[in-house]
């Protein structure tokens, strides 16, 4: 059984940086796409980030150039490090997974998720 743990998540002021780990277990971590999604009161379910098992990645447009995702298969960890934080990035992030190499921006490509990490970014 596929599971997926968050942590990380806290109230930060706008400018502050965050990073978020996803522990994963129950999976061959070395051979799943990773990935990071995001909802905000009221929305629908964002694609923040993904990594491939190759260590491809791809980023939502509202976060390019200020979140960064990575992996270490040692510790069957992805991380993502979140900089220059808006109030708009508040919201719950997800750890999602999928087994293969295909990074999908849609949560209907994954197959597992996490519970989610609460981030809310003050002005």
């Known amino acids: 059984q596929v599971q997926l743990v968050e942590s990380g998540g806290g109230l930060v002021q706008a400018g502050d940086s965050l990073r978020l780990p996803c522990a994963a277990s129950?999976?061959?971590?070395?051979?799943?796409?990773m990935g990071w999604f995001r909802q905000a009161p009221g929305k629908g379910r964002e694609f923040v980030a993904a990594i491939s098992w190759r260590s491809r990645t791809d980023y939502g447009d509202s976060v390019k150039g200020r979140m960064t995702i990575s992996r270490d298969n040692s510790k069957n960890t992805v991380y993502l490090v979140m900089n220059s934080l808006k109030p708009e990035d508040t919201a719950v992030y997800y750890c999602?997974?999928?087994?293969?190499?295909?990074?999908?921006?849609?949560?209907?490509?994954?197959?597992?998720w996490g519970q989610g990490t609460q981030v809310t970014v003050s002005s």
């Open positions: 129950g999976l061959t971590f070395s051979i799943y796409t």
């Open positions: 999602a997974a999928n087994a293969g190499d295909l990074i999908r921006r849609t949560p209907l490509g994954y197959a597992s």
